[in-house]
Nanobody, 117 residues
């Protein structure tokens, strides 16, 4: 089992920045790729960014050039640096980890990001 805990959400004005963190614990050796998802009220959860074990990254078009995903293996932590935030980025952001051995999936509890106009 892998446990994921997010932090770093909050209220920010449009154009501002936030950095989300996701700390993994438990069966760390099982963690393959990691991702950030978000879910706005009344909408489906969507994939925002993903980072593979080797560091390959992908982003949804709406955040390209503004968000950056990274991993710090020594701290078992994944980050999402969010710059130039827009009101439409408002959502609960979730950390997700794929299990290399086919278990899981693993989700964090979510952290609220609110961007005011």
């Amino acid at each position: 089992q892998v446990q994921l805990v997010e932090s770093g959400g909050g209220l920010v004005q449009a154009g501002g920045s936030l950095r989300l963190s996701c700390v993994a614990s438990g069966g760390i050796y099982r963690v393959d790729s990691m991702s950030w998802y978000r879910q706005a009220p009344g909408q489906q959860r969507e994939l925002v960014a993903q980072i593979g074990r080797g560091g390959t990254t992908t982003y949804v078009d709406s955040v390209k050039g503004r968000f950056a995903i990274s991993r710090e293996y020594a701290k078992n932590t994944m980050y999402l640096q969010m710059n130039s935030l827009k009101p439409e980025d408002t959502a609960v952001y979730y950390c997700y980890a794929r299990d290399y051995y086919g278990g899981g999936p693993y989700w964090g509890q979510g952290t609220q990001v609110t961007v005011s106009s």
